[in-house]
């Protein structure tokens, strides 16, 4: 068996393709990269972690500099559309001690699967933030559920899932950058439980770690002491941080 010249011919054009497509706002590449498994491999072999600390997970294209910076309990959906939802979240080290003051940045998508960037004109951040956790490393905000959504697939990418009987979807989640001083940086997502592509995201980027239970609350009253006349879902969980390398 060796690779036909038609077959390496195929190879250039995919790569050409990929090349031509790429500009600021379209990393294709990067994009093969974590269709491919290879992004997640990097991260799984540079983020090696002990027992009971928080797996990372892919960064993503979706990611904007500068978010919003909101006190904790803030409102951060600023517009973005989809049901209420109440996170909760508390910052921890492997010895059990919580992280007083942490940074912590949030992006996620709406309703409709799409994040702020991806609506032709938007200007405004929507569902994005950052917040400085309080002296026991808690963190909470007020968003919508995020909701799955298709990777950019009207590429080259696209045809090689396509060609490859492949699925373009990602499950619903939201990214989270975790920073203290003393501790592994940490980029993750939390993934909802009831998700359909759980098994098959397009990215490798699933860790059952990071499957959380989202809880779903018929309308009352809230986590910030307010009621809610819709229904409502509520997600609480602990991030454990590493330590830094010595
Ligand atoms: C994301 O989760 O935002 C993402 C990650 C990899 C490729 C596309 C999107
Ligand atoms: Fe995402």
């Known amino acids: 068996m060796h690779l036909t010249e038609a077959e390496w011919l195929a ?23 974590d269709t491919l498994g290879l992004s997640m491999l990097v991260i799984a072999q540079n983020n090696r972690k002990p027992p009971g600390a928080t797996e990372a997970t892919v960064f993503g294209p979706y990611r904007v500099a500068n978010p919003p910076e909101c006190e904790s ?4 959906a ?23 003051h942490a940074a912590v940045e949030i992006w996620q998508a709406d309703a409709d699967g799409l994040y702020d960037v991806q609506y032709a004109g938007n200007t405004d951040m929507r569902a ?33 899932l396509a060609a490859s009987g492949r ?8 990214h989270f950058m975790i920073d203290a001083p003393g501790y592994e940086p940490l980029v993750t997502h939390l993934f909802r439980h009831t998700d359909q592509y759980l098994e098959t995201d397009v990215v490798f980027g699933v860790r059952s770690s990071l499957v959380t ?22 997600l609480d969980h602990v ?7 010595a």
């Open 213 to 234: 239970q989202w809880h779903r609350h018929e309308p009352g009253a809230t986590p910030d002491g307010r009621a809610s006349a819709i229904p409502f879902y509520t």
């Open 128 to 160: 994005r933030a950052t917040m400085r956790a309080d002296a026991q490393g808690r963190v909470a905000f007020k968003t919508v559920l995020p909701e799955a959504y298709p990777i950019p697939a009207d590429g080259p990418v696209g045809r090689m």
């Open 78 to 100: 600023n517009g973005a559309v989809g049901q209420p939802c109440y996170v909760a979240v508390q910052i921890r080290g492997l010895r059990g001690e919580p992280v007083p």
């Open 167 to 174: 699925d373009v979807w990602r499950p619903a989640h939201i």
């Open 239 to 245: 991030f454990v941080l590493n330590d830094a390398p």
């Open 73 to 76: 309990g803030a409102d951060i």
């Open 11 to 33: 190879g250039i054009q995919f790569l050409t393709a990929t090349g031509e497509i790429t500009d600021d706002k379209r990393q294709e590449f990067v994009l093969l990269s």
